[in-house]
């Protein structure tokens, strides 16, 4: 129940094309839910984060979509580009003083030129 | 102002021996975590910390065991190598407060044979 499933693992899009990753969850408790971007040998970093009473966020090319009764959320990037090729991990906060943090399983995003 | 120091960054151990790794961090966080991440696996949980002296079990704390002496430390041992223990390790760290970013170390990739 404190899964995120996350697909796909790879994506290849072309430059200047919409990149869309999916995540979707079971647990009702999970009260905010953040995107995080990696590059090659270095930590995830936060990208966008959105909390589950907003149905949508936007930051430059990056916007999440969030449907609460569905229980999944999405990362599109608009005009990908090269610079924007990592893994992207999509994250669900567990609270009760915890603030655990659960990862899906990663997108490999590849942007070709 | 380093933010979140993993030490040492690459590792190679024999199957049976010991080592700790060592999470500093600089920036008066309460929470600090440590993950694993695996290929097609995305970044587990293993143990985590809510403050000083207090330490409790991810979703995948068999063979690892934890301390948190010092707020600004965090360490992660392994008592007796496995290769199954072969992975890149986060550190990853919160401020005790609501809907925020987490700040993750480099990594230390360990190779167990």
């Known amino acids: 129940q404190q899964q995120v499933k996350q697909s796909p693992q790879s994506l290849i899009v072309q430059k200047g094309g919409i990149s869309i990753i999916n995540c979707a969850y079971e647990n009702t408790a999970f009260d905010y839910f953040p995107w995080y971007q990696q590059f090659p040998g270095k930590g995830p970093a936060l990208l966008i984060a959105?909390?589950?009473?907003?149905s949508e966020k936007k930051e430059g090319r990056f916007t999440i979509s969030f449907n609460k009764s569905a229980k999944q959320f999405s990362l599109h990037i608009m005009d990908s580009q090269p610079g924007d090729s990592a893994t992207y991990f999509c994250?669900?906060?567990?609270?009760?003083?915890?603030?655990?943090?659960?990862f899906g399983t990663g997108t490999r995003l590849q942007v070709f030129p | 102002n380093a933010g979140v120091t993993q030490t040492p960054k690459f590792r190679v151990l024999k199957t049976g021996q010991s080592m700790t790794l060592l999470c500093a961090q600089d920036?008066?966080?309460?929470?600090m975590y440590w993950y694993r991440q695996d290929p097609g696996m995305g970044l587990r949980l293993i143990h985590y910390s809510v403050g000083e002296g207090t330490t409790a079990k991810g979703e995948v704390p068999d063979g690892y065991n934890v301390s948190r002496l010092k707020k600004q430390n965090f360490l992660l041992g392994l008592e007796s190598a496995a290769p199954s223990q072969t992975s890149v390790y986060f550190c990853?760290?919160?401020?005790?407060?609501?809907?925020?970013?987490?700040?993750f170390g480099q990594g230390t990739r360990l190779t167990v044979v």
């Open positions: 994250a669900a906060r567990y609270p009760y003083n915890t603030d655990k943090l659960i």
């Open positions: 920036m008066n966080h309460e929470y």
């Open positions: 959105i909390r589950p009473d907003v």
């Open positions: 990853a760290t919160l401020p005790h407060s609501l809907n925020t970013e987490a700040f």
